[in-house]
């Protein structure tokens, strides 16, 4: 399938339409509630909160017996609320730390639904559940209710960030200067929490419970990389996570037997890949090209102080011996000479070298901060 045809098929195939939109939503919320679970350092919540979810599920199925989405999922919701706040009231009731928690309530919830999930099989409409496609995601079963519901989650969830947008800003980077300022930090931190429970439930039946974290962690830690703006930085991983979700469903779409939600995830870990090589500022390429310059410049100014200390101390610098000192220099090099040269510091002739008028200004200045530092 080429790309045109699948164009084409986004918008005449009502399934693939359907997956193809509520991937992109779901990938743009998870984005930007992602960046702010990042930035509180609160990474394995996602996981935790993922897990937490399971027995909200089989729950609400056992009690109401129907496979009803929406029930499934406010199960689901009200499951990983529990666990969310649990977590919290361990860490400020005990001495635990934060991993610590939420490690404990992963494993506990994630426990209790694999047993829920293992009596739901033993029972006899155990084939009508279908409960299992909520540990690995089936983004198949995506219908326009579904997408309707991501959206409306979406706004309201974008609604109430701009609304907050300076106490969730000031919430993140300096609680006790938002407590001074007479904001409710708790309620704030509710806020925040709850929509993050509310993106990571809305994943559930498209990427699962097993990969619905590195879903709301990878487009975030993407965006991180390339800004230093909160704004930018929520805009980014909205992009990331929305293009992560339809490009996912492209390929998914395009071959057989590839599951969307595994495929999707792994397309959002190439957005991270590509921003810790590539990014300007953070980016391990940039990065090394910045260390390569600035040893560059160093062997150069090297060079050039060096070259400033012979001709303070040698009346004719173009003489033989001059030049022997220079070669003996560990920092000198042909290349680096030449670089001089370029900048007008040196001139050259043949074998035979002196300093600028320039060149020396500029040696004479580079020798004296060398020396305060010394």
Not at 39 to 47: H, I, T
Not at 153 to 162: A, Y
Not at 252 to 263: C, R
Request: net charge positive; with cysteine.
């Amino acid at each position: 399938m080429d790309l045109q045809e699948y164009i084409s098929l986004v918008f005449s195939d009502y399934t693939l339409r359907t997956i193809t939109f509520g991937t992109a939503i779901l990938g743009a919320v998870t984005g930007m509630l992602g960046s702010f679970a990042v930035l509180r350092k609160e990474s394995l919540l996602g996981d935790a909160i993922s897990h937490a979810a399971l027995p909200g599920i089989a729950i609400a199925f056992l009690i109401t017996g129907i496979k009803d989405g929406n029930v499934l999922l406010i199960g689901a919701l009200i499951s990983g609320l529990i666990g969310t706040f649990w977590i919290r009231g361990i860490v400020a009731k005990t001495h635990l730390k934060s991993d610590t928690a939420l490690g404990l309530i992963l494993s506990l919830f994630f426990g209790f639904g694999m047993l829920l999930l293992t009596f739901i099989q033993k029972q006899p409409d155990a084939n009508q559940a279908g409960l299992d496609k909520y540990l690995f995601g089936q983004a198949a079963t995506l219908v326009e209710s579904d997408v309707w519901m991501m959206t409306i989650s979406t706004g309201v969830c974008l609604f109430i960030l701009m609304l907050f947008w300076k106490e969730f800003k000031l919430l993140l980077f300096d609680k006790d200067y938002t407590e001074t300022l007479g904001f409710n930090t708790q309620l704030i931190d509710i806020l925040i929490t709850t929509f993050i429970v509310l993106a990571i439930v809305l994943g559930l039946q498209t990427v699962g419970v097993v990969l619905m974290s590195a879903m709301l962690l990878a487009p975030a830690a993407a965006a991180r990389q390339w800004t230093n703006s909160l704004a930018t930085m929520v805009f980014l991983a909205a992009l990331f996570g929305a293009l992560s979700g339809v490009f996912g469903t492209a390929i998914s779409a395009s071959q057989n037997n590839l599951s969307t939600g595994p495929i999707i995830v792994l397309v959002a870990s190439v957005f991270v890949m590509f921003s810790f090589v590539f990014s300007p500022s953070r980016g391990l390429l940039f990065k090394q090209l910045r260390f390569i310059k600035n040893r560059r410049d160093l062997e150069l100014h090297k060079t050039l102080a060096f070259m400033f200390h012979i001709a303070e101390n040698h009346k004719n610098i173009s003489h033989p011996h001059a030049i022997k000192i220079l070669n003996n220099f560990q920092g000198y090099t042909r290349k680096t000479l030449q670089k001089l040269v370029k900048k007008n510091y040196v001139t050259l002739h043949g074998n035979m070298w002196s300093l600028t008028d320039e060149g020396f200004k500029t040696a004479s200045n580079l020798y004296n901060q060398q020396s305060r530092h010394e």
